[in-house]
């Protein structure tokens, strides 16, 4: 296949009055708080010393009940899909108010509760001492209490929740996996770092977001990708010294750490923030992740998700408009139909018409393409024509 | 985050001076320094640029140097003691951002501390190669124009004699 790319000026226009219109609607709502539902659970971001507080009050109340009725419990918010809400108003999923209680006296919840104190006790000590440790840490600090990462993993949520914090607050961090690119300067506790300077692969999302702080940017959007293929083609290209942007990816999936440090850089500078990913249901689904939260962290949406993000691409739409050849493009398997289906009952994506008919026209025509598809047009088409001219006419969703 | 307009439309945002009162002493003069040297020069416009210029000065006289000043002039040894390490780092690189705590260096040099003593005299020492090499500088520019002029005949050999030996002395 030829190169298609137009030689055409993009301005970006539809974009940067986009990103006018976010900076104007930042500065007014900097100091209000998202309000929450009542029925909803509030969770807070908290410092350490915060956090050792809720530690201590916790085990305090424990103390007080072993003294009073030698039955304690504790009571935390339930995480059963039953207790997910879709707050509408804010386009976040949250926590209800349903409350379970694990005993420490049953028989079928010792267990349990032994590990979630050792989680708890783990916790404490990482706070005091001022570290931070992964899942995987914690694992292998007692492999013959947990057997298994999925029993431990499943305490670090407990416990945040128990705490009514986030994870993050508990200094239990996911390994580091997403990398951020462009027109952005941070301090890393001492040091101070260029996302422009550290090469093609950008800076590693640090896990420990606490020690990060934004000291500078003239950045006017921000574009998160799926794929870390697509990263390298934008990084090779300087896509931000052309286009005044920040790029990021979670090269996949997204983590905990990127999802948070997406919504601390489009909150504190006020940016527009677009998604690029596959036009197929699981793409649709990373980018549901970034706008809305997801159902097993529900509880920490209001800290991870940006309720605002657009998708960008790609569409259903663009493999027509954009002539994308039939061989660049992929028959949905059974799979593929089951999620799209699953994703046209979803609240939000009913929500948005436009998003609607999209995830329609893919069912209609069974058909999902990779970003990695452009490139059937040459490698510079995706940075040359597609990301900027879908900018320059608004073309997202 | 502070926000300085661009001609284009567009902005560019630094971080507000306020945050930076939780930082550690030395670092509110690194970030001075580097979005001086480095950021400075990719923001179009004079009138951005003397914004941004205006705001470092803000942020070095209102957090940078009081800041430092504070805690070499409290009783905490352990607190100077930490200070005046990354003063004395500073200082070997970039004596002109540490010019301002001069005096209170000066007046350290008489503590009972042996450390303390120590690193300041490390870093008074740092301004006083700094102050030589500008008198250098300066001897070099006149001794530069002493050449041309005993070279045109213009000047005596004593006099360029003189002129060399001032230069020689303060090399050594």
Known sequence: ?397 | MKIFDKKDGGIVQLIDKEKMKEWPIELPLIFIEYIRNNQLKTYEGSKLKKEIEQYLDEILKDIAIPGLIKVLDGDDFEETNKALVRIDELAKKKIDLVKPIKPYVEKLVKKDNKEIRKLSNSILESFAKAERRKKLAEKRKIMQEREKEFLAGNISGEEYAKARKDYLILKE
């Not at chain 1, 301005?11 to 500065?27: H, P, R, S, T, V």
């Not at chain 1, 979630?116 to 492999?143: C, G, P, Q, W």
């Not at chain 1, 999302?205 to 950045?219: G, K």
């Open chain 1, 1 to 397: 296949m030829s190169s298609k790319i137009k030689q055409e000026k993009w301005d970006i226009g539809a974009a940067k009055k986009l990103f006018q219109e976010f900076l104007k609607k930042g500065i007014k709502d900097e100091k209000k708080q998202i309000k929450l539902p009542e029925h909803t659970v509030k969770i807070d971001e908290l410092d350490r010393e915060l956090t050792l507080d809720r530690i201590n009050n916790l085990t305090d109340s424990l103390i007080e009940m072993i003294y009073k009725t030698g039955r304690p419990a504790i009571r935390l918010p339930s995480r059963t899909s039953a207790n997910i809400i879709w707050d509408e108003k804010n386009d976040l999923l949250l926590l209800g108010q349903q409350i379970m209680e694990k005993q420490f006296h049953s028989l079928a919840s010792v267990v349990d509760i032994t590990r979630l104190m050792k989680v708890l006790e783990k916790i404490n000590e990482l706070l005091i001492k001022d570290l931070h440790a992964t899942k995987r840490e914690i694992f292998y600090s007692a492999v013959q209490l947990f057997k298994d990462q999925k029993y431990s993993d499943k305490c670090i949520e407990d416990v945040a929740t128990m705490l009514y914090t986030t994870r993050n607050s508990t200094h239990i961090v996911a390994s580091a996996k997403g990398s951020c690119i462009g027109r952005l300067r941070i301090r890393d506790k001492n040091d101070i770092i260029d996302l422009e300077g550290l090469g093609s692969g950008g800076w590693t999302i640090s896990p420990m977001l606490d020690n990060i702080e934004i000291i500078e940017s003239d950045a006017e959007f921000i574009l998160v990708l799926e794929k870390d293929a697509a990263m390298i083609r934008l990084a090779e290209a300087r896509f931000w010294r052309k286009y005044p942007c920040i790029i990021l990816t979670a090269k996949g999936a997204a983590d905990i750490a990127t999802r948070m440090f997406l919504k601390r850089i489009s909150k504190e500078l006020k940016l527009p923030v677009f998604s690029l990913v596959d036009s197929d249901p699981y793409g649709h689904y990373i980018h549901s992740v970034y706008l809305r939260g997801s159902k097993r962290l529900s509880y920490e949406s209001p800290f991870l998700a940006t309720p605002d993000i657009k998708l960008l691409g790609v569409l259903t739409r663009d493999l027509e408009k954009y002539k994308i050849p039939n061989d660049c493009r992929i028959p949905m398997n059974q799979t593929d139909i089951k999620r799209t289906k699953e994703l046209l009952n979803e609240g939000f994506v009913k929500k948005n018409k436009e998003w609607e008919t999209d995830l329609k026209l893919a069912l209609k025509l069974k058909v999902k393409a990779e970003i990695q598809a452009l490139s059937a047009f040459g490698f510079e088409f995706l940075t040359d024509q597609y990301i900027p001219e879908k900018l320059t006419t608004g073309d997202w969703i």
